[in-house]
């Protein structure tokens, strides 16, 4: 490494050091010694015994947003030529760690963030990796949250400013653009063939510890999970208990043939060996969308529902539900310009049917307006607060982001 490679990467790591250090978190907290110094980690209730901490950078001031740019899907996807070489496991069958990081390391760059109060320590680090050879770069959406400026290493000490092209929270995906010319592209794989127990490697900037990254390995540990975070739903995610730790956000979790199989973005704060990445099938429509500098769009009924078997017989005296309705889902609330309100829908409402699906729980609805589409009428079946059943025929609204 050259002296001004090198002090260009001093300068990288020392600024995001102080700003993992240094400020004030919206979100739950949890101080952890680490040598000398403090740092803060940001961590989201999922329920009343877990929490989960956003993986995101040598932990933040203020979350914060970077500056990227679009991906060439069709680059990405076609052509061997610019993608990192595919590994092949060792004759027992497993994973070689280290053809594998010779493989995809090329790929990761280290990411830093500064954000309006940067004077202050206001930023933070993360991950991401590159998925075409001008450049492009994918990260997740909360390591870039609130950055003005943004700042790229890659994997040879090489440090270049970034554009942020798009992000969509609800999915927790960025994309970024930096420039340069045959840069080392990662390969993209199938996450539809990921099975519990695979072997995998996990590639990050973990803790901002160094101006290489941190590998850890381990398999697959489930498989379609979901987490609420920051007040996000996600799902389908790979939970793995490769070492993820804050800083690793947004990094690739790749298999045994040096593929990408998801990106890591959550670690569960009170566990141990508990870490979830996007799977790639997953993310790689929404990513599609972002690199046109466009946000991904999904229906939207415009209503708060829960489960008829979730209410307790105050909750259903509250809203009015018909006594003999044992399955379903009430609506609790309405959005006022929202689609269901529009058509004529009411609050103690149960939904038994949307569009021909039988809805029994939550996820049977939200599954069902997810799939359907902007703009289209729909059926939906409600036994009404006198026991009556209607029909009431809503067009779909529409609100922005993929959703989990």
């Not at 850890?216 to 489930?222: P, Q, R, W």
């Amino acid at each position: 490494m050259s002296d001004e490679t090198s002090s260009k990467t001093g300068r990288f790591l020392g600024g995001a050091v102080v700003g993992a250090v240094v400020g004030a978190l919206v979100a739950g907290l949890i101080v952890v010694s680490l040598g000398d110094a403090q740092r803060i980690y940001v961590t989201e209730k999922i329920d009343d015994t877990q929490e989960v901490a956003l993986a995101a950078g040598a932990v933040v001031a203020e979350r914060a947003t970077a500056t990227t740019v679009a991906l060439d899907v069709e680059t990405v996807t076609d052509s061997d030529e610019v993608l990192t070489p595919r590994v092949q496991m060792t004759d027992a069958g497993r994973l070689d760690v280290k053809a594998v990081l010779a493989a995809v390391a090329p790929s990761v760059v280290q990411i830093e963030i500064q954000t309006e109060d940067a004077v202050f320590g206001g930023g933070g680090q993360g991950t991401g990796f590159i998925i075409s050879p001008d450049g492009q770069v994918v990260t997740n959406a909360h390591v870039v949250e609130n950055a003005v400026t943004i700042k790229v290493m890659l994997s040879d000490g090489t440090v270049k400013p970034a554009e942020l092209v798009q992000k969509d929270p609800t999915r927790d995906l960025a994309v970024l653009k930096i420039q340069g010319d045959n840069l080392p592209s990662a390969r993209l794989g199938n996450s539809a063939e990921v099975e519990v127990g695979d072997e995998v490697l996990a590639i990050g900037n973990a803790l901002g510890l160094g101006d290489t990254p941190t590998v850890t390995t381990g398999i697959v540990s489930a498989l379609d999970r979901q987490l609420q975070l920051a007040g996000n739903r996600l799902t389908r995610l790979i939970q793995t208990d490769a070492a993820i730790n804050p800083g690793n956000s947004g990094g690739p979790l790749v298999n045994a043939n040096g593929e990408v199989i998801g990106v890591n973005t959550a670690i569960a704060g009170n566990a141990e060996g508990i870490g979830f990445a996007i799977s790639i099938d997953h993310a790689r429509p929404v990513i599609e969308t972002l690199q046109t500098g466009e946000v991904p769009k999904r229906p939207l009924l415009g209503v708060n529902i829960i489960g008829v078997e979730m209410l307790d017989e105050t909750s259903r005296r509250q809203y009015d539900i018909y006594e003999g309705v044992e399955t379903g889902v009430v609506i609790v609330a309405l959005v006022e310009d929202g689609a269901a309100n529009a058509a004529g829908l009411r609050v103690g409402e149960v939904v038994t049917k949307f569009d021909g699906v039988e809805i029994e729980t939550v996820d049977d609805l939200v599954d069902a307006v997810k799939e359907s589409e902007i703009g289209r009428t729909v059926k939906v079946v409600v036994v009404s607060n006198d026991g009556s059943i209607r029909n009431v025929r809503v067009e779909l609204g529409f609100t922005e982001g993929a959703g989990g």
